[in-house]
Structure formats: C-alpha cells, structure tokens
C-alpha cells in the first residue's frame, strides 16, 4: 500500500493551506487555501498543481480563507467531488467565500480602471480570481459531517473529524487508510484552537496517530491571559464614556467580533460597565453570528449556560445589529458613549473606516484594535502610532486614544502546541510542522525535538513525502 502526502501550501509559511493525500486510488485535498502573503499571492494565478477533476474529495477544517478561499477556482477549473465539513464551517464558509469574491471583482475592476489610466499592464491579469457566481457554484459540493462520525471516502479511506476549538465549526482531521493488511493514520490539526476561549470547546487531544501534521503560526511565543482582556476591555470602556468619545473596535467579521460581544455582555453582566449601546456594524458579521446561533450544540459549557438563561452575548439589551447603509451612518447622530464594531479587522475597506473618520480625531475617543495588523495596513500605522493618517482620500490627525489588547487569538500559543502534542501518548512516526513562519516553525520544532526524541520536519512547498 502507498500512501503520499504532498504539501501544496501552508509549508514554512502561513497560508494557503493545502495537502495532497494520494492513498489506494483515492486522491484528496486537505483544505484549499488562498494565499494571503504578498510574496506568494502569485501561487493564487497558478493552474493547480494537480488537475482538479482527479480529485477525489477535500476535506476543510474551517472557514477562514487561506483554508477554503481557493475551492471556488478548484469547482471552476474541474472539480467535480465533495468538499466535506461540519455544518458550521459550511454556513460560514459560503458566507466568506461569496465577500471574498465580491473583494476579487471589484479589486479586478480597479486594477482595470488604475492601468488604464496609467497606460501600463501589472504582473498580474485583470479579471477577478474568481467571481460570485464561481463561488456559489462551489456550494452544491459542500457535504456536511458531525465530528466524530467517520465517513468513507473512497476505497480503504476515511476521514473523522474533531473538535479544533479555533473558530465555529472547526475542525482536526483525522485520516485512515487501510489495504493488503496494513493501516496508517494521518492527522491533521488544522488551526488549532486555545484552552478556555469564549463560546467554543476546547481542541481535541488525540492518544496517536502514525503520521501528525501541526500549524505552528505562533509556536515561539505566549498570549496574554484571558483576564487580562476583561480588565483591559473594563478600563477602556469605563474611561472613554467618562471622556464622552466613542470605542471603535476593527473587527474580523469570523469569530473576534464574537467574541468581543461576549466579554463586553460579561462586563455588563458583572455591572463592571454602565449600560452600554453597542452596534455590530458589518452585514457579514451579522451574519456569522446568526449561523452561531443556529449552532448551540458547538458552544461550551458557560456559554451553553448563559443562553439559557436568556443572557446570550448576541441578544443583550442594548446590541443593534447593524443591515444597511443608512442604519450605518445613523449611529453618527448619537450622543454619548457608543461602542461600534466594524470591518474590516485591518482597517484596510468597510465601514469601519467611516467610523474612524468619525472618531480618531476626537482625543476623548478610543479606537481599540483586538487583532493583528499586518504590515502595510491602516490599521498597522495607526497602531504604529502615525499622528496622521489618510482615510477615504483625506488626511486625518490622530487624537483618539489608540488601544491594543493581544489576547484575542484564535490559534494556541507555543504551550498550548505543545498541550495539544502531549496528547500524543504513542509518538508519531513521524511530525511535520507547518503553517507558520520558516523560523518560527524551525523553531517550534527544535523546541520539540528537545522534549522527545520524536522524528520532526519543517517541510518545503512542493515536496511529496511517502507515508512508510
Ligand atoms: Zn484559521
């Protein structure tokens, strides 16, 4: 029997994750994943390394794009087999994947109209990636699993999925090939999530598995603590509305703006802050956070708790989910104290720039950022601390107080890696780190090398390993 697995992303860098198991007659991909990184956006334009209409089926751990942004140009280009995971990641995912392809078009007719201008050509053509109908020609394929239900595949291959604790839906995969009398597990750990996060479970912790795949995007450093975001979130809100400005909070649309409505509805549960009227003003996170209430039995215990006692993060009195245009630029008339989430997470499009205009130069105003900012972005010069920014084509002094609170990871930090491979009671034949930074990951993988004497990799983009 032989099995291989090629790694076609997500290898010594961080996205466009993508892993080609070849196993019995069966081809699959592990997730398909839009490459995010300047340096390897051109890997979006390249044909497939493998023709899409061999393929048997993908399996896509979660939502977020640089694991599932490439599935609408895999249909278009042939793909004819199923995309399976949970339901929740299917929700969400169609979600993203249709915002993501809006983004391509208009970003295409930009480009279009910029060259045009300019009387030059880019490196790149000027049609979208994919387009909105691309995507939802995608969605017929997606097949929804339960976690813990083994589907088969193909001829002597299944697949289980686990619990990821990352965001909604997420999932560890778990993969088991069988012929001619002998057996090999593959797991892959997808993103995996963090211990005692709001809203979802914890990561699954796996006894064995003879091949292990894990991400290691912040496998060389610790998060802060969740009490540390309660404290912080407490004194920004407590000091802005005796100021009278406003908080603006970028958000991602997937998860954090989640889960900042579920520590502001702690504090004001606790009455650590005075009633507050707080807008999610993002149509896409609005509705994300529907699917997560369709979804109750993903949720963890306290959160299980708190919606039965009618006292859900998104239900609270004073939370206005925002729609449309005008209910937008509406809460620009309201006195007093508000706070406004809004996309995008980085600053870089969305409303969310509306309301920074509205408010950075008020210095009694806070403009609070719970996410990273990539190099490049708005978000990352003011965060830098720019004393003026352009915004919408105009300049902008900075006077707001601009705020940071770290804690708000999706993916475990170097220890909680680590808790996750303790799991790992039999050692693995073998454990390929991916997903991360080249010296991140080498890192992370010295680190375990000096606390097992476990066979470890870093592998390259390209490469195919045969799993012996
Ligand atoms: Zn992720």
Not at 101 to 128: C, L, S, T, Y
Request: hydrophobic share 40%.
């Amino acid at each position: 029997m032989e099995v291989t697995l090629g790694f076609l992303g997500a290898a010594r860098n961080v996205t466009g994750s993508r892993y080609l198991l070849k196993a019995n007659n069966v081809r699959l991909l592990v997730d398909c994943g839009l490459y995010q990184e300047r340096e390897f956006r051109s890997r979006n334009w390249n044909p497939f390394p493998i023709s899409p209409d061999s393929l048997g089926a993908v399996l896509l751990t979660h939502a977020h794009l640089d694991h599932c942004g490439l599935l609408p140009k895999l249909v278009r280009d042939g793909f004819r087999g199923r995309i399976y995971c949970t339901t929740a990641t299917s929700d969400i995912a169609q979600i993203m994947l249709l915002d993501s392809a809006n983004i391509q078009e208009e970003d295409a007719e930009f480009k279009r109209r910029r060259h045009e201008r300019e009387g030059r050509k880019g490196p790149f053509p000027e049609v979208p990636l994919y387009t909105a109908d691309d995507a939802r020609a995608s969605f017929p394929l997606f097949s929804p699993v339960r976690y813990g239900e083994a589907i088969q595949i193909g001829d002597g291959v299944e697949a289980t999925f686990y619990d990821a604790g990352h965001v909604l839906g997420s999932s560890m995969i778990k993969v088991r090939v069988s012929g001619k009398g002998e057996e090999r597990t593959i797991l892959f750990s997808g993103d995996v999530g963090r211990w005692n996060k709001p809203i979802l479970q914890d990561p699954t912790l796996f006894g064995e598995a003879d091949y292990v795949l894990v991400e290691s995007t912040y496998g060389d450093r610790l998060h802060e603590g969740s009490t540390d975001i309660t404290n912080m979130l407490a004194e920004i809100v407590n000091s802005t509305r005796k100021a009278g400005g406003n908080i603006v909070v970028p958000s991602f649309a997937l998860e954090r703006a989640q889960e900042v409505l579920y520590y502001l509805n702690e504090l004001l549960i606790e009455d650590r802050v005075p009633h507050l009227v707080v807008f999610l003003d993002s149509p896409m996170a609005v509705s994300i956070t529907e699917v997560f209430e369709q979804h109750p039995e993903l949720f963890d215990r306290e959160m299980t708790k708190l919606v039965r006692r009618n006292r859900s993060p998104f239900e609270f009195m004073g939370l206005k989910m925002v729609q449309t245009v005008d209910e937008s630029k509406a809460i620009n008339h309201i006195r007093g104290t508000v706070a406004v989430i809004a996309g995008s997470g980085m600053c870089t499009g969305g409303r969310i720039k509306h309301h920074l205009v509205r408010n950075i130069s008020r210095p009694e105003s806070t403009i609070l950022f719970v996410g990273y900012q990539a190099g490049g972005t708005l978000g990352r010069q003011i965060v830098d601390g720019a004393g003026e920014v352009r915004i919408l084509g105009q300049q902008h002094i900075v006077r707001a107080r601009i705020a940071q609170i770290h804690g708000f990871s999706a993916h475990a930090d170097r220890d909680e890696l680590f808790r996750w491979l303790s799991g790992l009671r039999r050692p693995p034949k073998h454990l390929f780190v991916t997903h991360g930074e080249p010296q991140v990951a080498e890192r992370f993988a010295n680190l375990v090398r000096e606390k097992t004497n476990w066979e470890i990799s870093v592998p390259h983009y390209g490469v195919e390993v045969v799993l012996e």
